[in-house]
């Protein structure tokens, strides 16, 4: 099979690749980058680079279909929020060419949107945190209301009632407690296939470095809820904190693979593996989450990888 995989300098796609290369070496892999061939350690791993534009740039998706025809790829895997976007308005121009596995545009929007996705969240009973001004005498988050991931997030103490806040955004209450991130590998249809929820235990520069694999079934539970509502094909991940009184909290919906959704893999199953199956393998929901290894610490360490230009 070959594969094309983009933003290869992400630590989000070399673990991609690193479950790609535990199925079989003989995958084809391209992938691709703003970055010159080297600058990346990405680049170097994969069996052939190319350097792409920036995604909002007027010629990005015709170098995508010139790699793709190329390359001759039969599935393309996009990895950061807004390529995922930009295809998914763009999706018609790449039928016939390659397999996509994206929620619509529609949906996307519905995420995208923070204030609007917390909200259809919170009506289907799960707990998150208020909506509140910033005369809220308490510790707060400020958060751009269009934005992806934690972008643009600002936390504000208790007493910091003037802000200078620019652009669209909406307040909420800052609730303490620890960080979850649940992956999950849903089928074409927006099935779960496996849900995984992993409990940040270190955390280096914005990145999860040492997670708990933990079976919480009221969070496992929430993540079905939400996927009623959010039909995302293949990757997601759900954030969470749970208060030391055990009360989870919604925070974040994303709808791709996450920076350390690697981890959940190699204590379970290779969710690559059915990802690349999906259309071609029953929903065997219950038997991939007997196969999770619960209580499992996973922990990551950096590698280097040399480019010589002469």
């Known amino acids: 099979m070959n594969i094309l995989i983009s933003s290869i300098g992400t630590a989000t796609s070399v673990g991609f690749l690193k479950l790609i290369r535990m199925i079989s070496e003989k995958h084809y892999v391209v992938g691709i980058d703003l970055n010159d061939f080297g600058y990346t350690a990405g680049s170097q791993l994969v069996d052939k680079f190319e350097k792409v534009p920036l995604y909002n740039d007027e010629s990005y998706i015709e170098k995508l279909l010139h790699i793709i025809d ?174 030391k009184s055990g009360e989870n909290y919604f925070i974040e919906l994303n709808p791709r693979f996450g920076g350390f959704s690697i981890s959940s893999s190699l204590s379970s199953i290779n969710m690559v593996e059915l990802f690349l199956k999906l259309g071609n393998i029953d929903n065997n929901y219950e038997e991939n989450m007997s196969k999770v290894k619960w209580n499992s610490i996973v922990t990551r360490y950096y590698e280097e990888v040399v480019y010589n230009e002469e």
């Open 70 to 243: 190329k390359h001759k790829i039969d599935i393309f895997i996009p990895i950061h929020d807004f390529e995922v976007k930009k295809i998914s308005e763009e999706i018609e121009r790449f039928e016939g060419n390659c397999r996509i596995i994206i929620p619509t545009t529609d949906v996307l929007n519905e995420i995208q949107d923070k204030e609007v996705c917390t909200r259809n969240i919170s009506e289907l009973g799960i707990t998150c945190p208020r909506k509140v001004d910033l005369g809220y005498n308490d510790k707060k988050i400020v958060r751009e209301k269009i934005s992806v991931g934690s972008r643009g997030i600002q936390i504000l103490e208790y007493n910091e009632h003037e802000h200078n806040l620019e652009g669209d955004v909406f307040v909420q209450e800052f609730i303490k407690g620890d960080e979850y991130t649940v992956d999950i590998l849903n089928d074409l249809k927006g099935n779960p296939l496996i849900i995984v929820p992993r409990k940040r235990l270190e955390v280096k520069a914005g990145v999860a470095t040492k997670v708990e694999i933990i079976k919480d079934e009221k969070m496992i539970n929430d993540c079905k809820k939400i996927l009623s509502k959010f039909k995302i094909p293949g990757f997601c991940n759900v954030q969470f904190i749970k208060t």
